[in-house]
C-alpha cells in the first residue's frame, strides 16, 4: 500500500499483456498502460490492477461501453428505451478506473464522467485516466494506494474510493 506510484517502471507491453489475457476489453492493451504510464508519471502495474479492479477484470458495463447523451439541459445521461428520442449526441463512453462511479449512482455518475472527459474508447479512457489520477492526486503528494484512499495529511478530503479495502485488494495483483 506504499509502493511510491508516481513514476513509470520502464515496463513493455510484452509483459503487461500476459497480465491482461483474461481482462475482455482489457485484452491486449497493454501498449495503451505502458502509453499512459509514460505520458503521465504513473506506475503501469498499479494502472493494469486498478482497472482490473475497477472493471470486474474488463468486463463491467464501463469497460464494455455504455451509451450517454445529452438532455435537453445539455446534461450526459445515461440512455434507455425512453429517453434515447430526446437525447442528442449519443455515444459510447468507458471508464476504466471508476472515475466518478459513485456509490449511490456508480453507473451513470461513472458514465457521466466519461463523457464529460471525452473518453470515448477504450485507450482514451485508460490513458485519461491515467492524466486524472496523476492531476488529482499524485499533484498532492497522494501518491500510494494508502494516500490515495486516507489521504492522512487531509482525512476525510480528496479519498479515492468509499471502499475500506480498495488499497489492500490491488496489493495482489501488483505483486
Not at 517502471?9 to 497493454?30: C, I, Q, R, Y
Not at 504510464?37 to 463491467?60: D, F, P, Q, R, W
Not at 450526459?76 to 449511490?104: E, F, Q
Not at 464522467?113 to 488529482?136: K, L, M, P
Request: aromatic share 10%; glycine share 10%.
Amino acid at each position: 500500500q506504499h509502493l511510491v506510484l508516481s513514476e513509470s517502471t520502464g515496463l513493455t507491453k510484452e509483459v503487461l499483456n500476459p497480465l491482461l489475457s483474461n481482462a475482455g476489453v482489457l485484452k491486449d492493451k497493454g501498449e495503451q498502460f505502458v502509453q499512459a504510464g509514460k505520458k503521465y508519471s504513473v506506475n503501469e502495474v498499479y494502472l493494469v490492477s486498478h482497472a482490473l479492479l475497477e472493471t470486474g477484470h474488463g468486463k463491467s458495463p464501463l469497460a464494455t461501453g455504455v451509451e450517454v447523451g445529452l438532455n435537453s439541459s445539455g446534461n450526459p445521461v445515461l440512455v434507455t428505451s425512453s429517453n434515447r428520442n430526446s437525447l442528442k449526441n449519443i455515444k459510447t463512453v468507458y471508464n476504466m478506473y471508476g472515475i466518478g462511479a459513485y456509490d449511490n449512482c456508480a453507473l451513470s455518475c461513472g458514465a457521466a464522467r466519461a463523457y464529460n472527459e471525452g473518453w470515448f474508447t477504450v485507450n482514451e479512457a485508460i490513458i485519461g485516466g491515467a492524466q486524472f489520477v496523476a492531476d488529482s492526486f499524485f499533484s498532492r503528494g497522494q501518491n500510494t494506494l494508502y494516500k490515495m484512499r486516507w489521504n492522512p495529511d487531509n482525512p476525510g478530503t480528496y479519498q479515492y474510493a468509499t471502499d475500506i479495502g480498495w488499497a489492500a485488494k490491488q496489493i495482489s495483483s501488483i505483486k
